[in-house]
């Protein structure tokens, strides 16, 4: 079932082409999929259901309501990422670079939050301490616990997809394999729904393997592929039935938009958008897009993850105090400007003395 938004990558998109040319470009991807789910958010998710927000912009949110398709880009993306960055790695190496990339900034956001709602968010946000103590954790899921922010449901689904990643780390550790038979092997398990009904057993490989999400990251695997070796007959049609499986898994959440929103989403803008997140990240691969590869948008790209994850509910809950008192798009235009900054103070000034706290393994490990 599709969750309130999407979820960045918290990678600073440390990828290269050589030890010299960086991939910015992803970093800018990045900052507009954050930003099509901050537009989604406050023009449409926040007053359409749930009660969440008291601002409305019932004219104005219809165009912004295929935003929350930014989790099928950041997902993608994070695939792209992380095949690049295990080619050097190792298990132990890896598991510290993604907590540290994921972890600190993620507590530093949590408890922004926890304070913001405690203090301001009732009656519509609530928060107590077992769920605060439980949601450090980033599987809260796992404990049957609320997410704090709507927006933390895609962590765990990173989490997950940092755990297959893991996996395939112990077992290449054991026997050297190609990262194409996770490729083929996850894509066949992603392609089981189109032959079999629900059952136990199913269900467990679903939850385990993400297969509602699993088509984002292969793709992106296969773009690092791509970008590494060149592009290839198999990539083409590899691609295109990830393609397929994106397609069909995000038409068949209309089902649920349409329950939750009460209105009309479109199979056809949905189908064109993923079209368009595959083709821009084919042309990165490809290396296509050498004009956008400016060093400006790592700044950029620094502020996407903590955007993400402060701006849902503090933002509501600053347009249910603040509205009856300035024009709506001011305020919108206000809080959004306020987020930008926060997440640069969090990024650029907070989160690089926590980091210090957290030391790399050892060499040898």
């Not at 958010?41 to 259901?49: Q, S």
Request: net charge positive.
């Amino acid at each position: 079932m599709l969750q309130d938004s999407p979820s960045p990558l918290s990678l600073r998109s440390i990828l290269y082409m050589t030890a010299s040319k960086r991939i910015y470009q992803i970093d800018l991807f990045r900052f507009i999929a954050a930003s099509a789910v901050l537009l989604y958010h406050y023009l449409y998710r926040g007053y359409k259901a749930g009660n969440m927000s008291l601002l409305r912009f019932d004219g104005v949110g219809e165009y912004f309501k295929y935003g929350y398709l930014g989790v099928d880009l950041f997902f993608m993306i994070s695939g792209f990422v992380i095949a690049f960055s295990i080619k050097h790695l190792s298990l132990s190496k890896f598991c510290y670079s993604r907590f540290r990339r994921l972890y600190p900034m993620y507590w530093l956001c949590l408890l922004l939050t926890c304070g913001v709602t405690y203090f301001w968010g009732a009656p519509r946000y609530q928060v107590t301490f077992s769920q605060l103590l439980t949601n450090l954790t980033m599987a809260q899921k796992l404990f049957g616990v609320g997410d704090i922010d709507g927006a933390y449901w895609s962590l765990y689904v990173e989490l997950k997809f940092y755990l297959i990643i893991a996996i395939f780390l112990i077992i290449n550790r054991f026997k050297k394999i190609s990262l194409d038979y996770l490729v083929c092997g996850w894509l066949l398990l992603s392609s089981v729904h189109l032959f079999v009904g629900p059952s136990l057993v199913y269900d467990a490989l679903h939850e385990f393997f993400i297969l509602d999400w699993s088509a984002y990251f292969i793709a992106g695997i296969i773009f690092c592929q791509i970008r590494l070796q060149g592009l290839k007959l198999k990539h083409v049609f590899l691609l295109l039935y990830c393609l397929y499986l994106s397609i069909d898994g995000a038409v068949g959440r209309i089902h649920w938009l349409e329950r939750t929103f009460h209105s009309d989403f479109s199979p056809y803008i949905i189908g064109s958008t993923l079209v368009l997140f595959y083709a821009l990240m084919l042309l990165v691969s490809c290396n296509r897009l050498e004009g956008l590869n400016s060093a400006k948008w790592v700044k950029v790209g620094m502020l996407t993850y903590p955007l993400y994850l402060i701006h849902q509910h503090i933002g509501f809950i600053l347009f249910n105090h603040l509205h009856p008192y300035l024009n709506k798009y001011m305020l919108v235009t206000s809080v959004t400007l306020l987020m930008l900054a926060v997440a640069y103070l969090l990024s650029e000034c907070i989160e690089p003395r926590l980091l210090k706290l957290f030391k790399p393994p050892n060499r040898g490990s």
